[in-house]
């Protein structure tokens, strides 16, 4: 069914690329982070509501309208809209959900109109052309559709208070490991709570495999022929014991990452990532003074009322003294992935009102107009809290905070690493809790490298069946 509605969108996407067609009627939207004018906001956006203005005078009978209701679950919302037949004609969804755990046929594959021309963009051949090529190669599905229109990325830093930090005699912004401890130690020393979150695997593994594998990244990216490191990467490398821990550099930094979290509050360290809510609320009551989070969190510190001085620090860079096998280089940038901009269309099945005559070619042609490199800028820029990934497009984040650490990312290589992506739960689930375990006592290290290894090894019998991939052909 999906194969056959995406070469019917080929065939008639193609008359409409100029314009939306004769469809008239109201596009419906959410978009996450960027919806417009939200009552109660203290900074309301208004950029993507100015869009859909302009887009409506350029073509009286066609208006777009944004959903201001808050959806806890994205997830969930998705599939429980599209069993309905209810879906958004545009949404936000995460390419990774869309690739694997959400339900085939939520959403309409882009690469066919992608290879269009984008006639909202001047002298554009493809609208592909107009993307960053290394995060459309790492959102594709295996079987190279494209389910949603990426054009930000989330800034993984630490924030710290700095109210906090002076209270400890803690005088600069850790640098090194070692200095990150022994910040750590004085806040501990002082009566002073160090840090109240989940650990999570997906985001501080990538900092540490991403040093400790970056003389291997153009073999273990390359599996797939394609810029970036993919799931079909991940899962290759997996099954080559690379990236197991068949390969010591694989769990060499678990014991070292520990020495950060035996000063952390323990109740949270064995918790799903999704009981990590009360974490902002610790650092926002100066209850505790660090948070590792994603560049969002500065609008969500505004809204929430944060009165006291907040600083940022990237990871600090890997020496010798951790591991043998540290490179040295800067993995400040390797957390974090799509942000906000993430928009996918759906599909007859997913939305019954998709049916009507036009109304996919319409849809379609709203998404070239919003999806320009000028038009990105405006919404991922007003609201100052991701980073544009497109060409020609800069960040703009908020001044109201230290934001020197989020700005050194920018123009960094974009070499992560990591495991989590080639399975369903395989990086937020099953890696998690082993993770949590090892990091509380509850596990000790050689038994945490079993249960691993025989994960991991399951991960990669699952993706083979199911994408029909022969391991014995990659070398």
Do not use: C
């Amino acid at each position: 069914m999906k194969a056959l509605f995406g070469l019917t969108l080929l065939l008639t996407a193609t008359t409409a690329l100029a314009a939306p067609g004769p469809w008239k009627g109201t596009i419906t939207m959410y978009v996450q982070d960027y919806t417009p004018n939200v009552a109660g906001a203290k900074r309301p956006l208004k950029a993507f509501q100015q869009i859909a203005d302009e887009y409506a005078k350029k073509y009286p009978g066609i208006s777009v309208t944004f959903s201001k209701t808050p959806v806890p679950d994205n997830d969930t919302m998705v599939r429980v809209k599209a069993a309905a037949g209810e879906l958004f004609d545009v949404y936000w969804a995460q390419a990774a959900s869309l690739n694997s755990t959400l339900p085939r046929g939520v959403a309409v594959d882009l690469a066919p109109v992608l290879k269009q021309s984008n006639p909202y963009i001047p002298g554009n051949k493809a609208w592909q052309d107009a993307l960053n090529k290394r995060v459309l190669a790492e959102t594709a599905a295996p079987s190279g559709a494209v389910y949603a229109l990426s054009g930000d990325v989330v800034a993984f830093t630490l924030f710290y208070n700095q109210t906090l930090f002076k209270k400890a005699g803690v005088t600069k912004a850790p640098a090194t490991w070692t200095e990150l401890l022994d910040a750590s130690k004085k806040l501990k020393a002082a009566g002073l709570g160090v840090m109240t979150a989940v650990p999570a695997y997906p985001w501080w593994s990538r900092h540490f495999q991403s040093d400790l594998y970056s003389k291997d990244y153009a073999r273990i990216s390359g599996f797939d022929g394609q810029p970036g490191f993919s799931a079909l990467d991940e899962a290759v490398s997996i099954n080559k014991g690379i990236l197991s821990p068949k390969d010591e550099r694989f769990m060499s930094w678990w014991p070292v990452f520990k020495q950060f979290t035996d000063y952390w509050d323990k109740d949270y360290l064995t918790l799903a990532p999704e009981k990590n809510y009360d974490a902002f609320q610790t650092f926002v009551g100066s209850k505790e003074t660090l948070i590792y989070e994603g560049s969002y969190k500065t609008r969500e510190m505004q809204e929430a009322g944060v009165n006291f001085p907040v600083g940022a620090f990237n990871f600090p860079r890997l020496s010798k003294k951790e591991s043998k096998y540290a490179t040295g280089i800067d993995t400040s940038n390797v957390t974090g992935g799509t942000g906000s901009f993430q928009f996918a269309v759906s599909t007859p099945l997913s939305n019954k009102t998709m049916k009507e005559a036009g109304k996919t070619e319409a849809v379609l042609d709203w998404m070239k107009f919003l999806g320009t490199p000028k038009n990105a800028q405006r919404i991922i820029g007003e609201s100052g809290t991701y980073v544009p990934t497109w060409p020609g497009t800069t960040p703009k984040f908020d001044k109201q905070y230290d934001s020197a650490a989020l700005s050194a990312q920018i123009g960094l290589p974009e070499r992560s690493i990591g495991v989590g992506d080639s399975a369903p739960n395989l990086g937020w689930g099953d890696m998690q809790k082993i993770f949590g375990l090892y990091l509380s006592g509850n596990v000790s290290f050689d038994q945490a490298k079993v249960q691993v290894q025989q994960t991991l090894d399951r991960a990669s019998a699952d993706y083979a069946r199911k994408n029909k991939v022969d391991y014995s052909k990659f070398k």
